[in-house]
C-alpha cells in the first residue's frame, strides 16, 4: 500500500516542497499503521498484522516522494574520501573569536584542562564559549582520560582495553577549576570505561557533587554519560548523583546500530540506560542523533517515538562528519530544511526541546537551551503560584 502511495506522490509531485511531502509522509504512514476497527473476525485481525508488518518491512523513504533517487531537497550525496569536492555551503562555519571565547581559552591553559570542543574540533565552539548578552557560556569537560574501551565507528578517540588508571585527584581538581572558569553550564563527558567494575560512574558523580559543592550550586551540571554496560546501580548512582541533565547518547537508528557503535552498545541497553535515570531521579534526560550514516525518515520518527515513550525529554540531531579516512563514510549531506522538518515533527511529539541542524552536536549551546526553555518556565510557574 505504501509503495503504491509512494509511486503515485512521486510521480504527480515532482518540484512540490518536500517538506510538505514528509509531514504528508508521517501522517499517512501513522494513520495507517494500526489495524482497521472493521476487522472483527480473527483472520482479518491476522491478515490485518501481517499487512502492518509488511508495510513496517518496506517502509518508503523520503526518496519515493521525490524526484529522483538523490533528490538535492532531502540531501546531497556525500563525495568519497579521495574525492576533491567542496562540502555544502550549510556545512560552513566562522573562525571563533570574542572575549569569553579568549578568556575561557586561555584558563583553559592554566587549569590544563581538557575539552571535547577542542579535541573533536566542535564547529560550534564560538557559539557555545562565546556567551553575551542573550546567551549562556557553556563548555564540554572531558574526564576519565582520552582512551576509550570501545571503538565506534564514527569516532575518533583512542582506544585500549586496558587504558591508563583513574587520576583519584581528577574530580576535586576539576570541580576547582571550572568553579574559577566563571561559566554558568558545564558538560561532562567520558570514554568508556569497560575495564572498571563500576564503568567510571562512582568518579563521574563525585566530580558532578564537587562541582555544585565548589559553585554553591549556581553551576548548571549536564552529564553525557556511557551505558556503563548496562548496570543499574552505575545509571541510578549518576542520576541521583545531583546532576541537572543526564545525557546519553543512542548516535542512530534501530537498524544501524551494529554499524554505527561498538558490538558491546545497542539499541534496548541505552533506551533502558534513558528509562532508568528518569525514574531514578534524573531532571532532565536527553539523547543525540547522527543524520548521513544511511537511516530512513521513518527510522528516525522510529526512533523519536520511542524515546518519548522511554521517557527522553531532549533530542538533538546533527549531520554526521567523518573524523578520518579510517572512519565509517558519511552517505549524505542532510540539507537544513530536513533538519527543521524532522525538528517540527520531534516537537509534536512532547519533547521538551529539540535542537536540529547541520552543525548541531549533542552539546549544543546547552546552557542556552536549558536556562532559557527549562528554568525560564519552572520560574515563570512559580510566579503563577505565588499569585
Known amino acids: 500500500m505504501l509503495r503504491e502511495l509512494a509511486g503515485s506522490l512521486r510521480r504527480g509531485n515532482a518540484g512540490r516542497d518536500p517538506v510538505a511531502l514528509f509531514r504528508q509522509l508521517s501522517h499517512q504512514y501513522a494513520t495507517s499503521s494500526a489495524p482497521s476497527a472493521q476487522a472483527s473476525s480473527g483472520a482479518e485481525r491476522t491478515a490485518s498484522v501481517d499487512a502492518l508488518r509488511q508495510r513496517l518491512a518496506d517502509g518508503p523513504g523520503l526518496f519515493d516522494f521525490t524526484s529522483g533517487p ?24 566562522e ?16 587549569l590544563k584542562l581538557h575539552t571535547v570542543c577542542e579535541e573533536a574540533r566542535c564547529p560550534n565552539i564560538g557559539e557555545c564559549w562565546g556567551g553575551g548578552d542573550d546567551q549562556t557560556a ?11 574501551t570501545r571503538g565506534c565507528r564514527f569516532c575518533a578517540v583512542k582506544t585500549s582495553r586496558a587504558p ?10 576539576t570541580a576547582r577549576a571550572v568553579a574559577d572558569w566563571g ?3 558545564v558538560v561532562l563527558t567520558s570514554v568508556d570505561r569497560d575495564d572498571l567494575p563500576d564503568g567510571g560512574a562512582a568518579h563521574i558523580a563525585e566530580t558532578i557533587q564537587g562541582l555544585k559543592r565548589e559553585t554553591g550550586g549556581r553551576l548548571l551540571v549536564e552529564a553525557l554519560v556511557p551505558d556503563f ?27 544501524l546500530q551494529s554499524v554505527v557503535r561498538d558490538r558491546r552498545a545497542n539499541w534496548k541497553q541505552s533506551m533502558a540506560a534513558l528509562k532508568l535515570a528518569k525514574e531514578s531521579g534524573a531532571r532532565v534526560t536527553k539523547t543525540s542523533i547522527m543524520l548521513g550514516c544511511g537511516e530512513q525518515p521513518h527510522e528516525v520518527l522510529h526512533a523519536f517515538r520511542t524515546l518519548r515513550e522511554n521517557g527522553v525529554d531532549v533530542v538533538t540531531l546533527g549531520q554526521y562528519m567523518r573524523p578520518t579516512k579510517r572512519h565509517m563514510a558519511v552517505e549524505e549531506y542532510v540539507t537544513p530544511e530536513m533538519f527543521s522538518a524532522y525538528q517540527a515533527e520531534a516537537e509534536k511529539l512532547g519533547f521538551l526541546y529539540v535542537a536540529s541542524g547541520p552543525m548541531v552536536r549533542s552539546s549544543y549551546k546547552a546552557g542556552e537551551f536549558f536556562l532559557k526553555n527549562i528554568l525560564k518556565g519552572g520560574q515563570e510557574e512559580k510566579a503563577a503560584v505565588a499569585q
Open 70 to 93: 538523490q533528490d538535492a531537497s532531502y540531501s546531497v550525496p556525500a563525495p568519497s574520501w579521495k574525492e576533491k569536492k567542496r562540502k555544502p555551503d550549510w556545512l560552513k562555519r
Open 95 to 110: 573562525v571563533p573569536g570574542g572575549e569569553n571565547y579568549t578568556r575561557i581559552k586561555a584558563k583553559l591553559r592554566e
Open 138 to 148: 557553556t563548555a564540554t569537560i572531558m574526564l576519565m582520560g582520552d582512551t576509550c
Open 164 to 173: 591508563p588508571p583513574l587520576d583519584p585527584n581528577e574530580p576535586a581538581n
Open 183 to 185: 561559566i554558568d553550564y
Open 229 to 255: 554496560a548496562g548496570n543499574q546501580d552505575s545509571i541510578k548512582l549518576v542520576a541521583a548523583s545531583g546532576l541537572d541533565v543526564y545525557a546519553h547518547n543512542i548516535e542512530t537508528v534501530e537498524n
